[in-house]
């Protein structure tokens, strides 16, 4: 029988794992934070560790909690997190959160490479044209969303959202989301992680289209329940709420 002595072992356990002797939190809130954090939430089943730390990376970077994030930079590089594959993270969020939220992100994780002699990587050269990048865009569209790929803002012809809407089908999807570092399954657990903390309605869309890039019904569900130490219980919550429908087994 689960117990709080027992979420506390489990806690102290993964805490350690993650960050050794201290992981920051203060006197107050280090038996809760160790308890529901590590021992009920970290500690769960369901989603590989490496891929929780890509949602609490992505969560934190998309919040702006800067001093929390480059600790877990370094748990990241720690778990064997490649330095390329954390910092795509914190470019993905940019979609979401906008590129200045990414820009102080990366700027967090480059003091943490540096302070652990870790090389930022090298940026790739990316040549393709904007019509390359639309195209590519359009197809990934279709593979993650289907039908309503064309549907609300992204509906063809809409002379309000089509202001907007080329670019991100352009730099959102056919940009980023092909750089490399991280695969299309773990893109997904980015934007899943990141539309929660942002409490964006797009997690419903996100969480049911990540099932066709690979993630099961329990790993969208760990991916929306990594979020909650780091924006809240509330919007994590309300994220499993519109995806009920979604995920329905």
């Not at 201290?22 to 160790?34: E, K, S, W």
């Not at 609490?56 to 778990?79: I, S, Y």
């Not at 780091?230 to 994220?239: D, E, K, M, T, V």
Request: with cysteine; hydrophobic share 45%; net charge neutral.
């Amino acid at each position: 029988m689960t117990t709080r002595a027992s979420l506390r072992q489990q806690g102290e356990a993964m805490r350690r794992r993650l960050f050794g002797d201290d992981d920051g939190a203060p006197a107050a809130l280090r038996t809760i934070n160790t308890e529901a954090s590590y021992g009920a939430i970290w500690s769960r089943p369901g989603l590989a560790l490496q891929d929780r730390m890509i949602c609490a990376l992505a969560a934190l970077a998309a919040v702006q909690r800067l001093p929390k994030l480059r600790r877990h930079v370094g748990a990241a590089l720690e778990l064997g997190l490649t330095p390329r594959a954390i910092v795509e993270v914190l470019i993905q969020i940019g979609i979401y959160a906008g590129f200045a939220a990414s820009e102080e992100a990366v700027d967090v994780a480059a003091a943490e490479f540096a302070a652990r002699q870790v090389a930022m990587p090298e940026e790739p050269e990316r040549t393709d044209t904007l019509d390359a990048l639309s195209e590519r865009g359009r197809k990934l569209m279709e593979q993650l969303h289907g039908d309503r790929a064309r549907q609300g803002y992204a509906a063809p012809g809409n002379a309000v959202t089509g202001a907007l809407y080329p670019l991100a089908i352009q730099y959102g999807y056919g940009e980023i989301w092909f750089r490399p570092g991280l695969d299309l399954r773990q893109r997904a657990l980015v934007a899943v992680a990141a539309f929660t903390a942002l409490k964006l309605d797009q997690v419903r869309k996100f969480g049911e289209s990540a099932l066709n890039m690979g993630l099961s019904r329990t790993e969208v569900i760990e991916a929306v329940i990594q979020t909650a130490p780091y924006s809240g219980f509330a919007p994590a919550l309300n994220a499993l709420g519109a995806l009920c429908e979604a995920l329905a087994e």
